[in-house]
């Protein structure tokens, strides 16, 4: 991960890391290597760490009510199941903690609509809907910034398809700042140097998505291994029959030597020593076994855990105070700054 401490805000032992994923359906194997994985060993390195839930950000597509719950808990019960422990890390769900939807708004008033209109992601969005492009989805990034802001995170581990809204995030941060003095920790984006864009196994110059219509072009974090192994074998590569890391010629080929490296542990030269003088076919099957391998333990814990939704709703309950205690101290510091207090209070606080 790029770790580019900045000296004078102490050390790892009192930094906060976040991150969050939607409960939208489930996790890819892009949302695995190029972000759930990275949280584990990062409860270790830091202070505090936070893994939120964000079912607000959902909303922007419409939901089916029963649906959304079973999927909250159901990434609740992956985000225990990749290692996250709810001993070391507060594990909640974003409308559980009111704060956000309040920041939300307050940094809106910060945030300029040209940014909005210049993120790539809302464009995509936009283009891929159609209809109901609401003013929901272009102030998305405004959400996430209030989740990253409310608990002075310092860093923000993340995929590189969220580094322009952690951008915006930092931007808004700096923004209040400079004009109220320091209300905002700037956070860092913790972006991994290795399968940070996991690409889609049928059209590999796009990123493996949760959206993409074919089946054929994802790994999903609970396929069962004769359905990986499929998926790999019939995964799009090119015609120059030669194994080497070449993003722009065999972008193919290029994803497949990533994730097997992500998975496996091996340098890019050793990958590639691995598999001198073979053709396709091994490194499509040797990919598929070590994504087997990486998500065995990842789907039979998760199966342990949805027997116990007693304890998933245990843990999701703990985080959510957890989290509210935390999330008063930067918005009484901004609510006073903002002149939305009275005397320090505001009416009906206890
Ligand atoms: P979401 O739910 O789309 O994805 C969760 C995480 O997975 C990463 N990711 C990928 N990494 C590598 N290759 C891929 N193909 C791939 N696809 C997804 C994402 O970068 C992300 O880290 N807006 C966020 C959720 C969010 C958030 C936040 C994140 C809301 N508030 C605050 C961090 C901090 C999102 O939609 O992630």
């Known amino acids: ?101 309040e920041l939300n708004w307050l940094l809106s008033t910060f945030t300029q609509m040209g940014e909005l209109e210049r993120m790539t992601q809302f464009k995509e969005k936009a283009q891929r809907h159609k209809t109901n492009i609401n003013a929901g989805l272009f102030s998305y990034p405004v959400l996430m910034a209030a989740d990253i802001l409310l608990y002075d995170a310092h860093k923000v581990p993340v995929g590189e398809d969220q580094k322009q809204h952690l951008e915006l995030a930092r931007d808004i941060a700096t923004r209040v700042n400079g ?10 984006p913790l972006i991994a140097k290795e399968a940070a864009r996991v690409k889609d196994l049928q059209d590999p110059t796009k990123k493996m998505s949760k959206s993409a219509p074919s ?68 490194l499509k099957v040797e990919t598929g076994e070590a994504v087997i391998a990486a998500l065995d333990p990842v789907r039979t814990r998760y199966q342990e855990l949805m027997d116990e939704p007693g304890y998933l709703a245990g843990v999701l309950k703990e985080g959510a105070v957890q989290a509210r205690a935390r999330a008063e101290g930067v918005m009484g510091r901004f609510q006073e700054a903002l002149g939305l207090t009275l005397d320090g209070t505001r009416f009906g606080d206890a």
Request: hydrophobic share 35%.
């Open 1 to 101: 991960m790029n770790q580019n401490d900045n000296a004078s805000e102490g050390t790892n032992q009192s930094q906060t890391v976040l991150s969050a994923a939607q409960p939208t359906g489930q996790l890819t194997l892009g949302n695995y290597l190029g972000a759930l994985r990275h949280w584990v060993p990062l409860q270790d390195q830091y202070a505090n760490s936070l893994y939120c839930i964000v079912d607000l950000h959902a909303l922007t597509v419409r939901q089916d009510p029963q649906e959304l719950r079973q999927r909250v808990m159901e990434l609740a019960a992956i985000y225990l199941a990749c290692g996250i422990d709810p001993q070391r890390s507060t594990i909640f769900i974003q409308s559980h903690v009111p704060a956000h939807s």
């Open 179 to 188: 004009v109220y003095g320091k209300i905002f920790q700037v956070p860092d």
């Open 215 to 282: 089946e054929l072009a994802k790994i999903m974090l609970l396929d069962e291994p004769a359905k990986i192994l499929k998926k790999f074998k019939k995964a799009v590569t090119d015609s120059e029959g030669v194994i080497r890391y070449d993003e722009q010629n065999q972008p193919g080929v290029a994803n497949l030597l990533t994730i097997f490296r992500a998975c496996t542990g091996q340098s890019e030269e050793e990958a590639l020593a691995h598999f001198s003088h073979n053709m396709y076919g091994k």
